[in-house]
């Protein structure tokens, strides 16, 4: 029974910080790690970057291959993008079809690199079997000296992602911070 009870609470666990499609970490997950990152950034001095990312007309892959295809497209590139992170950065799943990394210890520059790594890996990547090919858009946004406003940071990011996506397919920009 005491086994039962602890095999539960870790699944209760999982459940309640992995998106259950990509097993990445979910939004409550990633927003309490910038929290997290940005004390300790305050602390101990340092940079810290975020990526947002999302999938180029996700909407039109859904509605001309599917749900279950797109499904398979947001599995595909959470593999990619895990695969392309450093050990020390974070990815996860911040909405349906946006991801957010975490980069600790990095600047713009840095978040630029890793940017267009991803955007190579997925340029480069096998179609799969619904013969999708797909392109994506990021935002960054680094962290202020000082800055402990998760919810601030996250929102730069994502007003980056947004003009990133008013550019065109496979764009990046850069906001807020530094």
Not at 10 to 28: F, V
Not at 136 to 151: D, K, W
Request: proline share 3%; hydrophobic share 40%; charged share 25%.
């Amino acid at each position: 029974a005491l086994m039962h009870r602890e095999r539960t609470r870790a699944e209760a666990d999982r459940l309640s910080t992995r998106d259950p499609l990509t097993e990445l970490m979910n939004r409550r997950s990633i927003t309490r790690l910038v929290e997290r990152e940005l004390l300790h950034q305050q602390r101990n001095g340092g940079v810290l970057a975020l990526l947002m990312i999302a999938i180029d007309d996700f909407r039109d892959i859904n509605n001309r291959f599917g749900q279950l295809a797109g499904d398979r497209v947001l599995r595909q590139f959470s593999r990619l993008l895990t695969s392309t992170l450093r050990g020390q950065d974070l990815g996860g799943r911040y909405s349906s079809t946006e991801f957010c990394v975490l980069l600790p210890e990095t600047g713009q520059a840095g978040a630029r690199s890793l940017a267009d790594r991803l955007r190579q890996t997925v340029a480069a990547a096998e179609i799969g079997p619904d013969g999708i090919r797909y392109t994506i858009s990021q935002g960054i946004a680094e962290s202020r000296p000082g800055e402990t406003n998760a919810a601030l940071l996250l929102a730069q990011a994502d007003d980056a992602l947004r003009l990133a996506r008013h550019r065109g397919p496979d764009s990046l920009a850069a906001g807020g911070g530094g």
